[in-house]
């Protein structure tokens, strides 16, 4: 989904339009397909932006594609504790929120725009290629 959604359609839109545009499009598409009900397709928008956000900012698809396995893992964590018994998120008018995957979710982001620049792997320091 990273290489389709990410590197593929967004890196085709953000040169055709502006990123704003470009990540709130793709995130559209990204949650439409997905065939959620309204929960869901709220959860899976706000993931695509923050998926967005995180290849825009680190240019390396890994990263996004490290963060959508762990939103992915920790929603399948929570919802099978869910079934027995143990809840890690609220519900607001009827939707469970999901507080845990966004918090860490929201984490991984703030260390990736912080160590823009500094981070490094292997011996050659990432230049931004969305930028």
Do not use: W
């Not at 065939?35 to 995180?54: D, E, K």
């Not at 996004?64 to 869910?82: G, Q, R, T, Y």
């Not at 995957?101 to 230049?127: D, F």
């Amino acid at each position: 989904e990273e290489y389709l959604f990410r590197k593929g359609l967004y890196g085709y839109a953000r040169e055709k339009i502006n990123i704003p545009s470009a990540g709130i499009l793709t995130s559209l598409i990204f949650a439409v397909l997905h065939g959620y009900n309204l929960q869901g397709f709220l959860s899976t928008f706000f993931c695509g932006i923050i998926l967005a956000l995180i290849y825009e900012r680190s240019g390396d698809i890994m990263y996004s594609i490290c963060a959508h396995a762990m939103m992915n893992a920790f929603v399948n964590i929570v919802n099978a504790l869910k079934m027995h018994g143990v809840l890690l998120f609220y519900s607001l008018n009827g939707y469970d929120i999901f507080t845990l995957p966004v918090i860490l979710t929201a984490v991984l982001l703030i260390m990736i725009i912080l160590a823009k620049g500094k981070i490094k792997i292997g011996k050659r320091k990432i230049q931004s290629t969305c930028s």
